[in-house]
């Protein structure tokens, strides 16, 4: 069965400072990986999105995430954060195949602090 | 964006008693989601439903749980009886195709006492 490992649950940074969320899956095949934000009292909301092609992906807000095969892994980056960026990030997998119902396998989430 | 909507955002509820957890989702989406998220754990998939029929379920969606979509309403998510460790927030997901984003609601707490 595929899963998700967010190592840090908690990461603190200050306003400025570089940005690393890490994220490692466990799957047969390579999947689609997404990473999620949650604001307080909101959805989840799409960052980005790895199917194939090129490793590193960008998203919206200045992140990007870097797909690794050798390490089965889907970090998160960014060069400079804001304080608004502090939220809820969540990683997430699902198949890579025609059986592909759209079901997602999800991380515990990190909590992400940014320091005015 | 396009946007999710749960309504109610907290449900607090008698255990035993039936309840019904309501989801509008993007208007030309096609696909519809449930996941549960228990306090300090991650979420995990419940169901997803196509075409008035549910397509996958997780051992999680107990013969307690239902969904349906009426006419193209509210996508619904009921619960009867319901029991102590339904106690969770809720969250309903759409997309409009299998393999595409999924939108995400904020979620509804749903207290069984």
């Known amino acids: 069965a595929q899963s998700v490992t967010q190592p840090d649950a908690r990461v603190t940074v200050s306003e400025g400072a570089s940005l690393q969320l890490r994220c490692k899956y466990s799957y047969s095949a390579t999947p689609y990986l997404f990473w999620y934000v949650q604001y307080p009292r909101q959805g989840l909301q799409l960052l980005l999105k790895y199917y194939s092609g090129d490793p590193v992906v960008q998203g919206v807000n200045g992140f990007e995430a870097e797909f690794s095969k050798s390490n089965s892994s889907f970090h998160l980056r960014k060069a400079s954060v804001h304080w608004s960026d502090s939220a809820v990030y969540f990683c997430?997998?699902?198949?890579?195949?025609?059986?592909?119902?759209?079901?997602?396998?999800f991380g515990h989430g990190t909590i992400l602090r940014v320091h005015p | 964006g396009p946007k999710v909507l749960q309504i109610p955002s907290h449900q607090i509820i008698d255990m035993g008693q039936m309840v019904t957890l309501n989801c509008d989702p993007v208007?030309?989406?096609?696909?519809f989601y449930w996941y549960k998220q228990i306090l300090g754990q991650q979420m995990e998939f419940l169901v997803n439903f196509y075409n008035g029929k549910v397509m996958e379920k997780s051992k999680l969606f107990k013969d307690q749980f239902s969904v349906e979509r009426p006419d193209g309403s509210y996508f619904t998510l009921k619960i009867q009886p319901t029991a102590l460790e339904d106690s969770a927030v809720y969250f309903c997901?759409?997309?409009?195709?299998?393999?595409?984003?999924?939108?995400f609601g904020a979620g509804t707490r749903l207290s069984v006492l």
């Open positions: 997901a759409s997309s409009p195709v299998r393999q595409n984003t999924l939108y």
């Open positions: 997430a997998v699902s198949m890579n195949t025609g059986a592909n119902t759209g079901k997602l396998t």
């Open positions: 208007s030309n989406h096609l696909y």
